[in-house]
């Protein structure tokens, strides 16, 4: 059973903006921390920003550039990416989990692909 939904990726310029969202399951959405990690190739998979029910968290790469919000009328998470960077080029992966961010994830998405060229 799939329970995370990712949409949104494509290829964009340098400077440019796209905007992610992952459909969830009403128990996954309502109950489990949310995030966006991506993974570059060669690189190890990095978590770009999660939210929960008391806040936000963001990685210092993606800070006042990237923006995670949840849509409880459609339960889904969004991840709004402006100013792009071709550094920002990876697959990008919904996750739920409960053990905060530095913890396990239970649940992923498929993933989506986010290219940036300069």
């Known amino acids: 059973q799939v329970q995370l939904v990712e949409s949104g990726g494509g290829s964009v310029q340098a400077g440019g903006s796209l905007r992610l969202s992952c459909a969830a399951s009403?128990?996954?959405?309502?109950?489990?921390?949310m995030g966006w990690f991506r993974q570059a190739p060669g690189k190890e998979r990095e978590c770009v920003g999660a939210?929960?029910?008391?806040?936000?968290y963001y990685a210092d790469s993606v800070k006042e550039r990237f923006t995670i919000s949840r849509d409880h009328a459609k339960n889904t998470v969004n991840l709004q990416m402006n100013s792009l960077k071709p550094e920002d080029t990876a697959v990008y992966y919904c996750?739920?989990?409960?053990?905060?961010?530095?913890?396990?994830?239970?649940?992923w998405g498929q993933g989506t692909q986010v290219t940036v060229s300069s």
């Open positions: 996750a739920a989990g409960t053990q905060g961010v530095h913890g396990r994830w239970d649940y």
């Open positions: 009403e128990r996954i959405f309502s109950s489990y921390l």
């Open positions: 939210i929960s029910r008391s806040g936000t």
